[in-house]
């Protein structure tokens, strides 16, 4: 009988000890992209995000807005169909189709009214009033070549239009610029420089500069660590609506740093931020309510938290609600989705996940058995210090890996290794277009991070890149076009086919299943495709991979017409892939 070892102590990660290195990563107001973008409409607003919606803090002269008649000060509540946060209202503006008009509803002091507004290439919008000194337009060309939308990649380009914009004293950009300075990006880095225009940001007011030079004095990065005045800075921000500002005062209370403790309060800032789309506030929240920590314990209620924050591609929330599942905790035992979940954090590197996945496949649970799989993700869990994985390397099949499962394990773990530290995160651009409602970018950017991966491909990151390209092709209206490359490869995979029902050479089914992936790379959103590479590898005799696919096709396709049928086949390729 194979030893099984319980995950229910193991499983869970909590967020203290994350703390600093979350902020950092949720603080940045531009991710950099890796590739040109093609332009989207927009407006030609700038925002904050607020409560009951988005605040317009500027309007770009000559724009769709201005002529509309949309002026500074106006809370955005509603864009088309849509009635949500800023987040939900900027992801509805972007998918409007160039040139046709939208509803947008706002409030102009207690006044609800309403304008039709038709949105226009931003590229030539932001060149256009940039050139003509808008300040406004300065700063949004400048995020334009920072992340290379619509325009060529070019971070320095990028800051210089920042601190155009700031030379006139425009809050936003001034932040910008800042935060240029302070990480080193498209300038030197100079903390000291960063700190004076973000300073200079925060004093008029701009809620992102309060939240980000309230976390300098908390952490002491680049200031004289003082947290009471990090607090203070916090709180200025919060008081604005900032989900940052209130997620970070939440966790001041949280922790009594800086201020005295008071848990009710902290899960009033969380709540503040959470119902903002804010994913950290969310997983604190989260862990509130599983540990009754200033709320009545409810499990449920957290896992439901939880699972907003881990659809956000938060890696810690991914794996508690992975351990909800496995262990059957707030949710219905079910260890297949708690694999799942574990899996999305691992292929982040959160070192607890990494750790649960290694149990998974070792007991078998939710995955097959898997003891090469089992080693790779407890030997990098355990070089990140996580002392449950150091200990499940000393199980026993683990003590009794031979020396070439061993080197295997081994040779995979390094793979991972250079993938994640060759491009450190690759869907950190692709997850920040998707959160900010610029589907075709996100599309871009998952591509490029699917196609940048190692050979062989990590599966698990393959998977929940694909997953998310599929996500984000549902919400585009046009789809994209099927490239002609992918074609050609799918047409050297049927004349593969053809050869080897001619002469039953194995090769030619080997050499379809290699076309195919190559088409699947190039354009991983065809459904086609996928139902195409299932068939190849089922006479291949590959049915774990076979059923592997399948299920990709039916991601691809949900609303497939035989999908009943295929999903029947996948069962019994699973089936068939357990006996090998």
């Given amino acids: 009988m194979r030893e099984r070892i319980c995950m229910l102590c193991q499983g869970f990660s909590f967020s203290a000890c994350l703390w600093s290195l979350a902020l950092f990563l949720a603080l940045q107001p531009f991710a950099v992209a890796q590739q040109a973008q093609t332009g989207q409409g ?90 003509e000194g808008s300040p406004a337009a300065q700063a949004a060309l400048g995020d334009l070549y920072v992340r290379g939308y619509g325009v060529t990649k070019d971070i320095a380009q990028g800051v210089g239009w920042y601190r155009k914009g700031a030379e006139q004293g425009y809050a936003e950009a001034e932040y910008k610029l800042g935060w240029a300075y302070f990480h080193g990006q498209g300038v030197a880095k100079d903390q000291a420089e960063g700190g004076r225009w973000i300073r200079k940001a925060a004093e008029q007011g701009n809620a992102a500069a309060e939240a980000d030079l309230g976390l300098a004095y908390f952490t002491g990065e680049g200031l004289a660590k003082d947290q009471a005045e990090g607090v203070r800075w916090f ?14 005062l939440g966790f001041a209370y949280d922790a009594g740093q800086g201020i005295h403790k008071d848990l009710a309060e902290s899960i009033r800032w969380y709540r503040k931020a959470a119902d903002q789309g804010e994913a950290m506030a969310q997983y604190s929240l989260g862990l509130a309510y599983v540990n009754g920590q200033g709320v009545s314990k409810d499990v449920a209620e957290g896992v439901r938290w939880y699972r907003k924050a881990a659809e956000q591609g938060y890696a810690d929330a991914e794996n508690n609600l992975g351990s909800a599942y496995y262990n059957g905790s707030g949710v219905p035992k079910d260890a297949a989705e708690g694999v799942h979940w574990y899996r999305k954090a691992a292929e982040q590197g959160e070192a607890v996940a990494e750790s649960n996945l290694g149990l998974a496949y070792y007991n078998g649970s939710g995955v097959p058995v898997d003891d090469i799989y089992a080693y790779m993700w407890f030997s990098l869990a355990a070089e990140q210090g996580n002392e449950n994985a150091k200990k499940n390397l000393k199980l026993d099949r683990m003590k009794r890996l031979g020396a070439s499962e061993r080197a295997e394990a081994e040779r995979r773990a390094s793979s991972w290794k250079a993938y994640l530290n060759r491009t450190t995160n690759p869907d950190a651009s692709g997850i920040a277009a998707e959160q900010s409602g610029r589907p075709r970018e996100a599309l871009d950017d998952y591509i490029q991070a699917l196609q940048s991966m190692p050979e062989p491909t990590p599966p698990d990151a393959d998977r929940r890149i694909r997953e998310r390209i599929m996500k984000v092709v549902a919400q585009l209206n046009p789809p994209p076009a099927l490239p002609q490359d992918a074609i050609r490869h799918a047409a050297y995979a049927q004349a593969a086919v053809e050869e080897a029902q001619k002469d039953g050479n194995p090769s030619h089914l080997t050499d379809a ?38 299920e990709l096709y039916l991601l691809a396709d949900p609303n497939a017409q035989n999908a009943q049928d295929i999903q029947m086949e996948i069962y019994k390729l699973q089936y068939q892939g357990k006996q090998q």
Avoid: C
Avoid at 80 to 101: F, H, S
């Fill in 235 to 248: 709180r200025k921000a919060a008081e604005q609506g900032d989900a940052s500002g209130e997620n970070r």
């Fill in 513 to 550: 299943v290699n076309e195919l992936q190559s088409s699947l790379r190039i354009a991983p959103w065809w459904a086609e495709g996928y139902f195409n590479l299932g068939s190849a590898l089922k006479k291949a005799q590959r049915p774990g991979e076979a059923a592997q696919a399948l």
């Fill in 42 to 131: 927009v407006i030609g607003i700038s925002i904050q995000g607020k409560p009951q919606g988005m605040l317009v803090t500027d309007v770009i002269p000559g724009g769709p807005a201005d002529h509309a008649g949309l002026r500074q000060g106006d809370i955005i509540i509603q864009a088309g169909d849509v009635r949500g946060n800023a987040t939900e209202l900027t992801e509805r503006i972007y998918k409007q189709p160039v040139g046709v008009p939208l509803k947008i509803t706002f409030l102009r002091g207690e006044t609800q009214m309403s304008v039709d507004v038709s949105t226009v290439d931003r590229v030539s919008l932001y060149k256009r009033a940039a050139s």
